[in-house]
């Protein structure tokens, strides 16, 4: 015969611990997290936003400026020389340029060429450029020191070179070959005249100029001085 169990022990029996991971406190945490998702994707887009209002702003401040002095560059053919070198021997003389349309020579409208110089018909800031290259024309040779230079004139004033490229050259300089770039902006008035003398300070002929096309003188328009607040 068995016996009954009392009712307190039945309902001890049936009396369960809570667990510790409760559902609604893993609900509250989720929702806090979600929040904080919220948040985060609020700040960056109200972060964004700033940012481009900002980059706006300065555009239409600074884009009357902008739009002034690129506006004739869209016209190469017009606005731009590029004129490289007929010669390569080196030897004290004014460089001669290709004549116009040949190979890489390019003169734009605004430029009238000439052998050894190029006259710009346009006042203005433009930015002029030149390169000198030298090579060694035997390999087995090529053993005198020595410098080479040259000096971009403008209307053949010698005391103020708008531009001045220098190379030194050895033995050694059969592995690395002299080179020399330089360029700059300057004002530049109509009827001004540009011309490049090379100079060296001795006969060099195991040196030439490399090939003529990366020998060069270039020019391109800037803008008008009155549009960039500059003087001469």
């Not at 702003?57 to 869209?74: A, D, T």
């Not at 800031?125 to 290259?133: A, E, G, P, T, V």
């Not at 490049?196 to 040196?207: A, F, G, I, P, R």
Request: charged share 20%; aromatic share 8%; glycine share 6%.
């Amino acid at each position: 015969m068995s016996a009954s169990l009392p009712s307190h022990n039945i309902k001890k029996g049936l009396s369960l611990p809570l667990s510790s991971a409760d559902p609604e406190s893993q609900r509250t945490s989720h929702r806090r997290g979600r929040c904080l998702d919220y948040c985060l994707v609020i700040s960056l887009v109200v972060l964004t936003m700033a940012v481009g209002s900002l980059c706006a702003l300065y555009f239409v401040w600074e884009k009357p400026s902008l739009g002034y002095q690129i506006r004739e560059i869209k016209d190469p053919q017009k606005s731009s020389a590029h004129l490289v070198a007929k010669n390569v021997l080196l030897q004290n003389t004014t460089m001669e340029w290709n004549p116009k349309g040949v190979g890489d020579m390019l003169v734009g409208t605004g430029f009238k060429d000439a052998p050894e110089e190029l006259k710009v018909t346009r006042s203005g800031l433009y930015y002029i450029y030149s390169q000198m290259k030298l090579r060694c024309v035997d390999i087995d040779e090529c053993k005198k020191t020595g410098s080479v230079s040259v000096t971009v004139l403008k209307n053949g004033n010698k005391d103020e070179p708008l531009l001045e490229l220098n190379v030194q050259i050895s033995e050694s300089s059969k592995n690395v070959i002299p080179t020399s770039f330089s360029g700059r902006l300057k004002y530049l008035s109509s009827g001004d005249r540009l011309s490049s003398h090379l100079w060296t300070d001795q006969e060099h002929e195991d040196w030439h100029l490399d090939a003529k096309e990366n020998n060069f003188l270039g020019l391109f328009w800037v803008s008008d001085i009155s549009g960039m607040g500059l003087s001469h």
